[in-house]
């Protein structure tokens, strides 16, 4: 089923699930116990985040480097193909420009049509490391707007219209490059102008951030869902890293809160968290969508108190 048929169908407000593809080594069987207990709380999809290849340099005996390129996780289809055959959920893959030509992402979606899968999420992705802005594959995507034209041209040219139901992410802290949140909005609007159907946000710690964001998306004239983005943090040392890494403010009674208590930083973050979701269901939001992160534990506990 389409995540857009989901989020329309009439009912109570839904989990849905972000989980990273696990390191090469981890058995199947592993896999599916981590999500197993999930399902107590039916979540009606669950994201497979996508990784691209990394490089190392490894040196050779007459002293050169050879560069090789090494991917540390199992791939984001081969986990959907995992998840869909064991438990009756929709999954949606991932899919980023980063790394890929045009004709790799075409047999991407040529897999994903093979395996029915219907939903996708059309990404960007990040700049490899020590790249200080991303570098857009030769033959590739430099955008996502541009990736989810690339997804509706296929489907176009192999007479499967409507194929994929295409969800991008939004980012209600602006997104770290954009000059400004206008021009972030903007590029926003070309991603569902260029066809995509929902939205999923950044993660955030402050629910009014994403109200004010979804107010200024319907200003904006972007209609479609947008579906929260929540992470419970579970340290203190999360306080500087998640920052860092996705450009988000942590508001200053949750740092109070946790520089306090640091013994308590997994109860804080994951009352902290259950609070937000408790606000967002009570606002009328179709999804709370949970990053998990390889950390189920506190989102297992939020999803027992909220759903
Ligand atoms: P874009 O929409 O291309 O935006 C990137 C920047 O370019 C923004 O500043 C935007 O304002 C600007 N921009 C957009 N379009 C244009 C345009 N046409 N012209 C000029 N400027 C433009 N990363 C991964 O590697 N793998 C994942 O699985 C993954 N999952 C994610 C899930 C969610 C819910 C979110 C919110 C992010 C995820 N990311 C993932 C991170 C994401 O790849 C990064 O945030 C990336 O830096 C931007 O991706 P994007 O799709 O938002 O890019």
Same mark, same amino acid.
């Given at each position: 089923?389409?995540?857009?048929?989901?989020?329309?169908?009439?009912?109570?407000?839904?989990?849905? *699930?972000?989980?990273?593809?696990?390191?090469?080594?981890?058995?199947?069987?592993? &896999? *599916?116990?981590?999500?197993?207990?999930?399902? +107590?709380?039916?979540?009606?999809? $669950?994201?497979?985040?996508?990784?691209?290849? +990394?490089?190392?340099?490894?040196?050779?005996?007459?002293? !050169?480097?050879?560069?090789?390129?090494?991917?540390?996780?199992?791939?984001?289809?081969?986990?959907? /193909?995992?998840?869909? !055959?064991?438990?009756?959920?929709?999954?949606?893959?991932?899919?980023?420009?980063?790394?890929?030509?045009?004709?790799?992402?075409?047999? #991407? *979606?040529?897999?994903?049509?093979?395996?029915?899968?219907?939903?996708?999420?059309?990404?960007?992705?990040?700049?490899?490391? /020590?790249?200080?802005?991303?570098?857009?594959?030769?033959?590739?995507?430099?955008?996502?707007?541009?990736?989810?034209?690339?997804?509706?041209?296929?489907?176009?040219?192999?007479?499967? #219209?409507?194929?994929?139901? %295409?969800?991008?992410?939004g980012y209600p802290e602006?997104?770290?490059?954009?000059?400004?949140? +206008?021009?972030? &909005?903007?590029? *926003?609007?070309?991603?569902?102008?260029?066809?995509?159907?929902? $939205?999923?946000t950044q993660?955030f710690?402050?629910?009014?951030v994403y109200?004010?964001f979804?107010?200024?998306?319907?200003?904006? /004239?972007?209609?479609?869902?947008?579906?929260?983005? &929540?992470?419970? %943090?579970?340290?203190?040392? #999360?306080?500087? &890293?998640?920052?860092?890494?996705? !450009?988000?403010? %942590?508001?200053?009674?949750?740092?109070?809160?946790?520089?306090?208590?640091?013994?308590?930083?997994? +109860?804080? /973050?994951?009352?902290?968290?259950?609070?937000?979701?408790?606000?967002?269901?009570?606002?009328?939001?179709?999804?709370?969508?949970?990053?998990?992160?390889?950390?189920?534990?506190?989102?297992?506990?939020?999803?027992?108190?909220?759903?």
């Amino acid at each position: 089923m389409r995540v857009s048929d989901l989020l329309s169908a009439p009912g109570r407000a839904f989990p849905s *699930l972000e989980i990273v593809p696990p390191p090469k080594g981890m058995t199947r069987t592993e &896999l *599916l116990d981590g999500i197993r207990p999930f399902m +107590e709380f039916s979540p009606r999809f $669950i994201n497979v985040t996508c990784h691209r290849d +990394e490089f190392e340099y490894r040196p050779e005996a007459d002293g !050169s480097y050879t560069r090789r390129t090494v991917r540390r996780r199992i791939s984001e289809t081969a986990v959907c /193909g995992a998840v869909q !055959s064991e438990f009756k959920v929709e999954v949606v893959p991932h899919l980023i420009c980063g790394g890929a030509t045009a004709e790799v992402i075409e047999s #991407q *979606l040529y897999d994903f049509r093979f395996m029915g899968i219907g939903n996708v999420m059309a990404l960007r992705g990040d700049s490899l490391e /020590g790249e200080k802005r991303f570098v857009p594959t030769k033959g590739g995507y430099a955008h996502a707007d541009e990736l989810v034209s690339a997804i509706r041209s296929f489907e176009r040219e192999t007479g499967t #219209q409507g194929a994929f139901c %295409i969800g991008v992410g939004g980012y209600p802290e602006k997104h770290f490059e954009a000059p400004n949140p +206008e021009t972030d &909005l903007e590029n *926003l609007k070309r991603k569902v102008d260029a066809g995509a159907d929902y $939205i999923i946000t950044q993660m955030f710690f402050d629910n009014r951030v994403y109200y004010d964001f979804v107010a200024r998306c319907r200003a904006a /004239g972007i209609t479609v869902p947008v579906i929260p983005g &929540l992470k419970p %943090i579970s340290s203190l040392r #999360q306080v500087a &890293l998640l920052p860092e890494t996705f !450009s988000i403010d %942590i508001p200053v009674e949750l740092t109070d809160e946790l520089s306090a208590s640091p013994e308590r930083a997994y +109860e804080i /973050g994951r009352e902290w968290c259950g609070n937000q979701c408790r606000d967002l269901l009570a606002h009328g939001v179709p999804a709370v969508h949970f990053f998990t992160m390889g950390r189920p534990d506190n989102i297992l506990e939020i999803l027992r108190a909220c759903f």
